[in-house]
């Protein structure tokens, strides 16, 4: 079974500051990888996602994320962040083919507070 | 607004008594899963369906948890004899197709349930 590890619980940055939320997952096989975001009291959003070729996706509001097969890893980046990307962000990966392909397995998430 | 529509958004129960979560995915989707978050961690998957089928319910609880997706009308997530531990944030989300690389799945603002 796969699973996905966030290392950061609580990540606190000042307005401008640089972002980079890591997500490293355990799986055998080929995976699909997702970033959403959850702003207080509302559904999650889906930030960007990486199926195939360029490891290096863009998202919406100016995220991008890279995928290092090597690692297991897809960290979530943003050059400047913003106090209204203040929200909790989940890494999910899903396997790409196979049983439970459609299972999307979550990160515990990590809250972000930006201060204006 | 996502599109999936769940509700109620808050719902309160006393141990003992019945919880029925509704969902009502985005329009042209046929495929249903419900995740549940317990507080401080991420979405664990529950159950996938499609029209009038459970595909996998490999993530529900064997006992007081059934879920349904009838041909007509929402996708119901049925708690029956809730206990305390039952309080959590369920969401749920659809898909046009499970396995289409390109349609990820998305979500709806969720049912909060608290158990007194």
């Known amino acids: 079974a796969q699973s996905v590890s966030q290392h950061n619980h609580h990540v606190i940055l000042s307005e401008a500051a640089s972002l980079e939320l890591g997500c490293n997952y355990s799986y055998g096989g080929t995976v699909n990888l997702f970033w959403y975001v959850q702003y207080p009291g509302q559904h999650l959003q889906l930030l960007l996602k990486y199926f195939s070729g360029d490891p290096l996706v863009k998202g919406i509001k100016g995220f991008e994320a890279e995928f290092i097969k090597s690692k297991f890893s897809f960290n979530l980046r943003k050059p400047s962040v913003q106090w209204s990307d203040t929200a909790e962000y989940f890494c999910?990966?899903?396997?790409?083919?196979?049983?439970?392909?459609?299972?999307?397995?979550f990160g515990k998430g990590t809250k972000l507070s930006v201060i204006p | 607004n996502a599109g999936v529509m769940q509700n109620p958004r808050h719902l309160v129960r006393r141990r003992g008594q019945e919880a029925r979560l509704r969902c009502s995915p985005m329009?042209?989707?046929?495929?249903v899963y419900w995740y549940r978050q317990l507080p401080e961690e991420g979405l664990k998957f529950m159950v996938y369906l499609q029209k009038e089928n459970i595909i996998d319910e490999s993530g529900m609880p064997k006992e007081r948890f059934s879920a349904e997706f009838p041909k007509e009308g929402p996708s119901i997530l049925r708690i029956q004899q809730v206990v305390r531990g039952d309080s959590a944030a369920y969401f749920c989300a659809s898909s046009l197709d499970s396995r289409v690389d390109n349609q990820p799945q998305h979500f709806g603002d969720g049912t909060r349930l608290s158990i007194l």
């Open positions: 329009k042209g989707h046929s495929h």
């Open positions: 999910a990966v899903r396997p790409y083919s196979g049983a439970g392909s459609y299972q999307l397995t």
